[in-house]
């Protein structure tokens, strides 16, 4: 039923909002001491007065969240408070064991930031950050036998929610945004952004509307989606909510202003309940904390600190080292591989070209490596890779002079791989050594044109395409290890001899 629309239906434009809650990487609770460390503890282990909201109690600002929200708001281009206010937010629910969760309202940290989403096509969209503000996590209900039960080793764990202006017109736009929000996390080492650990929870609220619409200014009742957990599902999530508003428009139906979950199996979304409105959470400033006054030397310092961010790396690439974008895409993403790959350049060297061959061998051979090693498709894993940047660039370094051909490098590549070892040990060890000894390469070529008359006499009677035939065969008979220039050249020279 929903084939009669595509996405390319130009009737409408769709208009999408996004708001990513983040759970910060400090090592103790929002407003108390305990850990943060709850995965996989028993449940209620990580739990104390305060984080339980017993009567009495009074919250203590984590001095490192509040530094995590500031480094991340200046990274995507915000303004800080001079004055950032807490605010409670009232509403019952089991997991939530005060009533209310303490959060920021009117006065948050940062806002009116802009991250330029770069997307696959070369272009870029600028997309507006309303706010970055702090907040507390909930604990979580499990139920079980007909039982329900709360575990609150989450409650109170750091939580900062992104909130951006609906500037997203298409579901590629939202995965970009996502994918590059969630690596500046990671350069900031603010948070693992581990979707499937909960660490990152991405909501977007979708819309439609007409052309007409978008001239008055107005906007179509959003739908927001809630549990979504992967990018991927993000996409679909909008991609298929899309296609349900025009579907019910054009059937001359109104747009419902509803929460819905993501249901990842029939791949559709499903009505979770009304959306309540900012008035029905009944916000006021937090009697228990003062308002948060944030120097601006500090805030100055902690700019001063930022380290260089995602797109930075990219067009230095671009620039300094003539790197391919694919490549400094690829690169880019996670700090790690950036890291490795800095590093192997420091190795191997800037001149000719040097970056791209090393880019290639990374995001070719390196990249095929880690992927086939099970952990699922995480290059962050190539931090604990066998092979050091230092090595890798010995590795160029030797097929740059010749002692190895290419080939023979990426076997040598699989070998550092498993054991570790340098590359001038493996090639010594296994003797992989180039053979560009001219008498070699002139008996292996001689002895398979004597081997192969019948594909010989085919060559010679204008079938050059054999010409790949014999090249694998010389260099099959040499064990791959001869120079397939000299080899590529004496072969040819006897071909034509007749
Ligand atoms: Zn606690």
Redesign the pocket.
Known sequence: MLAATTKSDTRYELVVGMEVHVQLLTRS?M????ATDYAGAPPNT???????GMPGTLPVINRDAVEATVKTGLALGCEIAETAVFARKNYTYPDLPKGYQISQFELPLCIHGRVDVDLPDGSTSPIRVRRVHLEEDTGRSVHEGGYSYVDLNR??VPLMEIVTEADIHSAEQAYAFLTGLRSVLRYLGVSSGDMEKGAMRCEPNISVRTPEQKARGEYGAKVEVKNLNSFRAVRSAIEYEMRRQIDVLQSGGAVEQVNMGWDEERQRTVLQRTKESSDDYRYFPEPDLPPLALSRAWVDEIRAELPELPGAKRARYIRDWGLRPTEADALTGESLVACFFEGAVAAYGEEDGKPQRMANWITGELFRLIYADGEGQDLRQIADVRIAPAQLAALLALIDDKTINPNTGKKVLDIMYATGDDPQDIVAREGLAMVSDTSVIDEAVASILAANPAELARYRGGETKLFGFFMGQVMRATQGKADPNAARQRLQELLDEA
């Not at 407003?31 to 305990?34: E, N, Q, T």
């Not at 990580?46 to 339980?52: A, F, G, I, Q, T």
């Open positions: 609770k407003f108390c001491r305990c990580r739990v104390c007065p305060v984080c339980l409650a109170g």
